[in-house]
């Protein structure tokens, strides 16, 4: 004599309707009827019962459960690509804690990535921005290096460009450049890999460089991006701006 639908689903920890559910899924074989209609399940129900429950629990959709229990090969290669998903969403939520217990305890500012929170005063909303756009494009140690750049920076220089009005004169706009090309010399010569950035980037050069002009564009007022213009000229020009 075999169990009930509601007796199996309590031995197993689960529902009637889920058990129904499988049913219609394909997932779990219809029982033998007793002579008065009545469902009569078996120990091996009770027992692909567990074992689709605990797939589930591991997080094995329901579209790859049928036919693992009968497929040792695919059900190894199903949870191994499951182990690789739960590796990376882990490292996910550990970058998550990370940033969470930066920002309720330093009171780190969120339109920065975590590790800017020491330099973030002395950016302006437009370089704030730029930094978290670069963020989802440079790797880690790229980011790293352009910390230690805006660490090096002279504050007063950022404050000047930070500040400088959409009508500024050509004499402002070209002193400021002069001194940003000297700076930006200097970050090449720290950082050769500014040169060429693609080994640190995470996206294709093409997006990258799309996303940059755009976000210049957007970000700063005209005399702000004439002066990068003009930095980036005369670096071009003269790569050792102090030699």
Avoid: C
């Avoid at 019962?49 to 329901?62: A, T």
């Avoid at 975590?114 to 790797?139: C, G, K, P, W």
């Avoid at 920076?153 to 004169?169: K, V, Y």
């Avoid at 500014?194 to 970000?219: G, Q």
Wanted: no cysteine; aromatic share 4%; hydrophobic share 40%.
């Amino acid at each position: 004599m075999g169990w009930s639908t509601r007796e199996l689903a309590e031995m197993a920890g689960t529902t009637v309707n889920t058990i129904r559910h499988y049913h219609r899924a394909g997932l779990l074989a219809e029982p033998e009827r007793r002579s008065n209609g009545y469902k009569q399940y078996q120990a091996w129900h009770l027992a692909r019962l567990i074992q689709i429950r605990r797939l589930r629990e591991l997080g094995v959709p329901l579209t790859q459960v049928e036919g693992l229990g009968e497929s040792p090969d695919a059900l190894t290669d199903s949870l191994r690509v499951l182990d690789a998903e739960l590796a990376a969403g882990i490292e996910r939520l550990q970058r998550a804690r990370t940033e969470l217990a930066a920002i309720l305890h330093a009171r780190a500012p969120m339109d920065v990535p975590t590790d800017f929170s020491s330099v973030a005063e002395r950016l302006s909303e437009a370089d704030r921005a730029v930094l978290s756009i670069s963020a989802m494009f440079y790797d880690d140690q790229a980011m790293k290096d352009i910390k230690s750049m805006i660490e090096a920076e002279p504050a007063d220089l950022d404050h000047e460009i930070n500040t400088l009005p959409p009508d500024a004169s050509e004499s402002t706009r070209q002193h400021l450049a002069e001194r940003v090309a000297v700076i930006l010399a200097e970050h090449q010569r720290n950082h050769p890999w500014m040169k060429d950035p693609e080994p640190h980037l995470t996206k294709s050069p093409a997006m990258v460089t799309e996303i940059a002009v755009r976000s210049i564009t957007d970000l700063y007022n005209e005399a702000q991006r004439d002066v990068l213009y003009r930095a980036h000229l005369l670096l071009q020009q003269n790569p050792d701006p102090e030699g």
